[in-house]
């Protein structure tokens, strides 16, 4: 099993994405966002394969490991694996046919994402230690990504036992939202990595994560 409290890593869970780097270093943009209370790190970059990923996973894990934070890596199993990440996570589609949790063994972190009760149930059963579940304010780097609304959030939350973090055009502006939605935390992109002072924003969405997520003290069943 994990060696990470998966409850307050999901806090303020920061998803990387290079498209708002402007000429910066990933790790270095990880570093000050990390450093500003980013709870997790998700390495999410759809556009690099092979060494070019293991080179940047291993980068950003090298930050995530100097700050005690759960390293993970999207998708890409073999990737996680090969870097000895904290864990994966995978969207459904990634799931079908493969039994993931066998593939990454019991201490890794296994994500999914669930955009409907039976899509959380199946997950939860499939052997899931946490949910990613949105969109719920749409999306600023996935122009396709379906929205979620907050009744649906609350359902699925209600529908498990394992913790569900929120995703989707989260900023400081409608993070508020979440509040009573069973969540425990906020999954965040161009809301961290997008802005001008990615540190600056970690650490505000960090306190507000912090008065919002820290209410709820009961698995979301």
Same mark, same amino acid.
């Given at each position: 099993m994990t060696r990470?409290?998966?409850?307050?890593? %999901?806090?303020?869970y920061a998803i990387t994405d290079r498209a708002w780097l402007n000429g910066r270093r990933l790790a270095d943009v990880v570093e000050t966002v990390v450093a500003g209370g980013a709870t997790? $790190?998700?390495?999410?970059?759809k556009g690099l394969r092979g060494e070019a990923l293991l080179a940047q996973a291993r980068e950003v894990q090298a930050v995530a490991r100097r700050h005690g934070v759960p390293f993970l890596v999207n998708d890409d199993v073999e990737a996680a694996l090969a870097v000895d990440a904290d864990g994966v996570h995978v969207g459904q589609?990634?799931?079908?046919?493969?039994? *993931?949790?066998?593939? *990454?063994?019991?201490?890794? *972190?296994?994500?999914?994402?669930?955009?409907?009760?039976?899509?959380?149930v199946a997950a939860e059963r499939a052997g899931a230690d946490y949910l990613g579940a949105g969109? $719920?304010?749409?999306? #600023?780097?996935?122009?396709d990504a379906r929205p %979620?609304? %907050?009744?649906a959030l609350r359902a699925i939350c #209600?529908?498990?036992a394992i913790p569900v973090v929120a995703i989707g055009g989260i900023h400081a502006g409608n993070l508020p939202r979440l509040r009573g939605s069973g969540a425990v935390g906020a999954a965040v992109v161009s809301g961290l990595f997008g802005q001008a002072d990615p540190g600056q924003a970690a650490k505000g969405l960090r306190a507000l994560a912090d008065q919002i997520f820290g209410e709820e003290k009961r698995p979301c069943r």
């Amino acid at each position: 099993m994990t060696r990470f409290d998966l409850r307050g890593a %999901l806090r303020l869970y920061a998803i990387t994405d290079r498209a708002w780097l402007n000429g910066r270093r990933l790790a270095d943009v990880v570093e000050t966002v990390v450093a500003g209370g980013a709870t997790c $790190v998700q390495l999410r970059e759809k556009g690099l394969r092979g060494e070019a990923l293991l080179a940047q996973a291993r980068e950003v894990q090298a930050v995530a490991r100097r700050h005690g934070v759960p390293f993970l890596v999207n998708d890409d199993v073999e990737a996680a694996l090969a870097v000895d990440a904290d864990g994966v996570h995978v969207g459904q589609e990634d799931v079908r046919g493969r039994d *993931i949790r066998a593939l *990454i063994g019991r201490d890794k *972190i296994l994500g999914m994402t669930a955009r409907t009760v039976e899509a959380a149930v199946a997950a939860e059963r499939a052997g899931a230690d946490y949910l990613g579940a949105g969109a $719920v304010f749409g999306s #600023a780097t996935k122009q396709d990504a379906r929205p %979620l609304s %907050l009744e649906a959030l609350r359902a699925i939350c #209600a529908a498990v036992a394992i913790p569900v973090v929120a995703i989707g055009g989260i900023h400081a502006g409608n993070l508020p939202r979440l509040r009573g939605s069973g969540a425990v935390g906020a999954a965040v992109v161009s809301g961290l990595f997008g802005q001008a002072d990615p540190g600056q924003a970690a650490k505000g969405l960090r306190a507000l994560a912090d008065q919002i997520f820290g209410e709820e003290k009961r698995p979301c069943r």
